[in-house]
């Protein structure tokens, strides 16, 4: 598995942006929001129990995560057609602000490292990766747990102080000092 310092993976994938089948589809790359930070999250399965949980979750702090000059990406190995199918049929989804991205093929999430050996599908991995394409910061929940999404906008927040952060450090808290 790809980890802290790595380079993120080059990828170009279908992405759904909304639930008009006219305009929900556009491609995503690596190359796309350049010099940003970015939060990639991955899911095993759309039309699951514990994925749309967190999805709308990340959903809800798109903003947060815009004002840190910072995109989101969800990504799963379903296809473009079956994310925009979920997102016209669950309440939580409907208005999602965050793109939708298939990896079909598994090649990101190979890539990666982060297919589960028995299911084939991507694991709850999340990933923040720096505005030069490095991995900061990486974690990977068993299938059955959600993650927390605050949680990941601590850690980003900590990470654009660029200074050393104590434990459960939070925005607007002191850094420490070496001596």
């Known amino acids: 598995m790809l980890t802290i310092g790595?380079?993120?993976p080059a990828f170009q994938l279908k992405a759904v942006v909304s639930r008009d089948p006219k305009t929900a589809f556009v491609d995503l790359s690596d190359k796309s929001d350049a010099g940003k930070w970015k939060v990639v999250?991955?899911?095993?399965?759309?039309?699951?129990?514990?994925?749309?949980t967190?999805?709308?979750a990340f959903g809800k702090l798109a903003q947060e995560f815009k004002d840190r000059d910072t995109v989101v990406y969800g990504v799963s190995t379903d296809s473009?057609?079956?994310?925009?199918?979920?997102?016209?049929?669950?309440?939580?989804?409907?208005?999602?602000?965050?793109?939708?991205?298939?990896?079909?093929?598994?090649?990101?999430?190979?890539s990666l490292g982060i297919l589960d050996r028995n299911e084939g599908v991507a694991l709850r991995a999340t990933f923040i990766v720096d505005p030069e394409?490095?991995?900061?910061?990486?974690?990977?929940?068993?299938l059955s747990v959600g993650r927390n999404p605050q949680e990941v906008m601590r850690v980003?927040?900590?990470?654009?102080?660029?200074?050393?952060?104590?434990?459960?450090?939070?925005?607007?808290?002191?850094?420490?000092?070496?001596?």
């Open 80 to 110: 473009e057609f079956v994310h925009l199918a979920w997102r016209n049929n669950h309440p939580d989804l409907k208005d999602l602000p965050i793109p939708m991205l298939a990896d079909i093929k598994r090649e990101l999430s190979q």
């Open 6 to 8: 790595d380079t993120f």
């Open 156 to 179: 980003l927040d900590a990470l654009q102080t660029d200074e050393l952060c104590p434990c459960n450090w939070q925005k607007g808290d002191d850094v420490l000092k070496a001596a």
């Open 133 to 142: 394409g490095v991995i900061r910061f990486v974690a990977v929940n068993d």
């Open 54 to 56: 967190e999805i709308a």
């Open 41 to 52: 999250f991955f899911w095993p399965k759309d039309f699951t129990f514990v994925c749309p």
